[in-house]
C-alpha cells in the first residue's frame, strides 16, 4: 500500500506560482499512475491534471491547460504539480492520488486507490 505526502501549498498574491510536490512511499511508484486534484469549499473534487506511469502522457483539465503542469521523477517517487498564473478561483485543497496498475492517465476521482492528506492552496486577489 503506498503513502501520499503533499507539501508546498500556501497563501499566493493571484498571477503568482506554486509547485506542489507529493512523494510516494510503501509501493513501487513505477506501479502508479498518479494525478491532482482539488476541492473548494462547497463544491466537489474535482480533477486538475494527470500523468502516466512512465511521465510520457499528461492530462489537464481544461481551464488549467497551459497554466498549470504535472511531471514525475521516478527516481525521487515525485510528483509535482507546477501552477503559474494562480487567480483566486483556484483556491483549494489539493490532493495526490494514485491508481495501482494502471498505464493510462487517470481521470476521475472515483478510480483512484490512494490518497494523500492534501495540501492547502490559497490565492489572493
Known amino acids: 500500500q503506498v503513502q501520499l505526502v503533499e507539501s508546498g501549498g500556501g497563501l499566493v498574491q493571484a498571477g503568482g506560482s506554486l509547485r506542489l510536490s507529493c512523494v510516494a512511499s510503501?509501493?513501487?511508484?513505477?506501479?502508479?499512475?498518479m494525478g491532482w486534484f482539488r476541492q473548494a469549499p462547497g463544491k466537489e473534487r474535482e480533477f486538475v491534471a494527470a500523468?502516466?506511469?512512465?511521465?510520457?502522457?499528461?492530462k489537464y483539465a481544461d481551464s488549467k491547460r497551459g497554466r498549470f503542469a504535472i511531471s514525475r521523477d521516478n527516481a525521487l517517487n515525485t510528483v509535482y504539480l507546477q501552477m503559474n498564473s494562480l487567480k483566486p478561483e483556484d483556491t483549494a485543497v489539493y490532493y495526490c492520488?494514485?491508481?495501482?496498475?494502471?498505464?493510462?492517465?487517470?481521470?476521475?476521482?472515483?478510480?483512484?486507490?490512494?490518497w494523500g492528506q492534501g495540501t492547502q492552496v490559497t490565492v489572493s486577489s
Open positions: 500523468v502516466t506511469w512512465s511521465g510520457g502522457t499528461t
Open positions: 492520488a494514485a491508481r495501482r496498475f494502471w498505464n493510462r492517465a487517470i481521470k476521475t476521482a472515483g478510480e483512484c486507490d490512494y
Open positions: 510503501g509501493g513501487t511508484f513505477t506501479n502508479y499512475a
